[in-house]
């Protein structure tokens, strides 16, 4: 048995992209569970649209998903090899210098063309079953422009050869491709390994996924605030499932659980919610130091300062605010449209917020306010928490009408429409600051 060796090739022609994730992951899955060996090879042969940033934003996203290389390689740094072939080629008379058609201003190039033996060329793909391809319409294809300008085809297979790879997974636009390389393969008594095309990755409603529909470099995701494991999931179960309906699952599992059989035809569909909805299945899983740091993270300047120096609250509101987002990144928006000031600095709010709809009478309101104070303090400083804060004040709400007691005190809480109940509220603020906060409201009223 030979070692399972698998690749994941990109050309550094644009950023690393949800999408080519799985073709990563894939191969980097199929490796690890043969105890085999994953490549990284960067193909840079087209050296115009190739570009060092793109490589770097490559290696940098799948280093931040784990999804770590055992051997690197990059085209360019392999000229010599893919001279040394062409030669061979030409000196077994499979490929040859041809001569182009003189160009309008009468230049007649050259290039290297392959000898296509002009059969039909058959091959496994692991998803789809056999694959058969008339190879004549291909004619004697262009395999270099130069001895020093391999084209894509060629150097695949070069590399996919002297590196040993015996598993290629990638994606279905690779498949027209896929006859070329073998008659390259064959002409150089190359091993054939084995395919696997993944399915196109569509949108949820069928059509051509596009920036639109959530599909963004890796990169974005990162600072959108999605955790690695969420992305890793997620794309798995593009094109892939365990064969039962578990959805969640951790890259160990996924190590197990792996296999090319269970890949899918066809029915990728890329859908953001369910992106959202791991993501947040993965963000409630996080240690409180974790969840805390990425949250402080995403907290705008101001509010992160005055979030490191009362800890204790900060604390507290952790698991909250991990409850109200699917992504770090909504922290931040909600953070910058004041959201969370309320737990660090007092309120401010027009008087007439403090109104219940089906009670607007200031001196009233005032009143329950008042007797809302009472309950407070007759709650201990220790057992000054939410359940005990609603069993001192329940009564006398239900008594006079809850709406016209919680509303106008948890307004007077957070000065905001939506917030916590203001049980909550009150055992994150403590009972000091909830006193005052509440006699602050009671002054305004009675203005
Ligand atoms: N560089 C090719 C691409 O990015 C790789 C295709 C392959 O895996 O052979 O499409």
């Not at 319409?137 to 996919?160: G, H, R």
């Not at 907290?299 to 109200?324: M, S």
């Not at 004041?338 to 009143?367: I, M, N, Q, V």
């Not at 008594?399 to 948890?410: A, C, I």
């Given at each position: ?20 994730v799985?073709?990563?992951l ?39 998903l784990g ?161 690695p494991e969420a992305i890793l999931n997620f794309v798995a ?14 890259l160990?599992?996924m ?193």
């Amino acid at each position: 048995m030979r070692q399972v060796i698998t690749r994941f090739a990109p050309s550094p022609t644009g950023v690393l992209h949800i999408g080519s994730v799985r073709t990563a992951l894939y191969s980097w899955l199929y490796a690890k569970q043969h105890n085999g060996k994953f490549i990284l090879r960067i193909e840079d042969t087209d050296k115009e649209r190739s570009k060092k940033e793109f490589e770097d934003n490559i290696l940098d996203g799948l280093k931040w998903l784990g999804l770590t290389h055992d051997v690197f390689y990059r085209q360019s740094d392999r000229a010599d090899l893919y001279k040394k072939y062409l030669e061979t080629l030409i000196a077994k008379g499979s490929a040859y210098i041809s001569k182009e058609e003189p160009t309008e201003e009468g230049e007649r190039s050259e290039v290297i063309r392959f000898k296509n033996p002009n059969g039909v060329v058959t091959f496994r793909d692991e998803a789809r079953g056999d694959i058969s391809f008339d190879t004549t319409e291909l004619k004697d294809f262009v395999i270099a422009k130069d001895f020093e300008t391999p084209l894509y085809n060629f150097a695949v297979v070069i590399d996919d050869f002297q590196m040993g790879v015996t598993h290629i997974i990638r994606g279905d636009d690779a498949i027209s491709n896929t006859p070329r390389q073998i008659l390259i393969q064959e002409a150089l008594g190359a091993p054939r390994p084995m395919y696997t095309h993944l399915p196109m990755i569509l949108a949820p409603d069928k059509t051509k996924l596009s920036k639109r529909h959530g599909a963004l470099a890796v990169t974005e995701y990162r600072e959108e605030g999605y955790l690695p494991e969420a992305i890793l999931n997620f794309v798995a179960l593009m094109g892939w499932n365990p064969g039962n309906d578990q959805e969640v699952l951790f890259l160990d599992e996924m190590q197990k659980l792996f296999t090319l059989e269970k890949v899918q035809k066809g029915g990728a569909v890329f859908n953001i919610d369910k992106l959202k909805w791991l993501n947040k299945h993965y963000m409630k899983l996080l240690s409180k130091e974790r969840a805390g740091e990425s949250i402080l993270n995403f907290f705008p300047g101001v509010l992160r300062t005055k979030a490191e120096d009362n800890p204790v609250i900060f604390e507290k509101i952790v698991p909250i605010i991990i409850d109200h987002v699917s992504h770090f990144g909504e922290v931040r928006a909600l953070a910058e449209s004041g959201e969370y000031g309320y737990f660090f600095d007092e309120p401010t709010y027009p008087l007439e917020a403090l109104l219940w709809k089906d009670d607007t009478d200031r001196t009233r309101t005032a009143e329950k306010l008042q007797k809302v104070v009472v309950l407070l303090q007759s709650v201990s400083e220790e057992s000054f928490d939410a359940e005990h804060i609603k069993a001192a004040l329940w009564d006398f709400a239900t008594e006079v009408g809850r709406g016209s007691v919680l509303w106008p005190m948890r307004y007077a809480l957070s000065g905001r429409e939506k917030s916590p109940d203001p049980f909550t509220l009150a055992e994150i603020l403590g009972k000091e600051v909830t006193v005052n906060r509440v006699n602050e409201a009671i002054k305004l009223l009675m203005v």
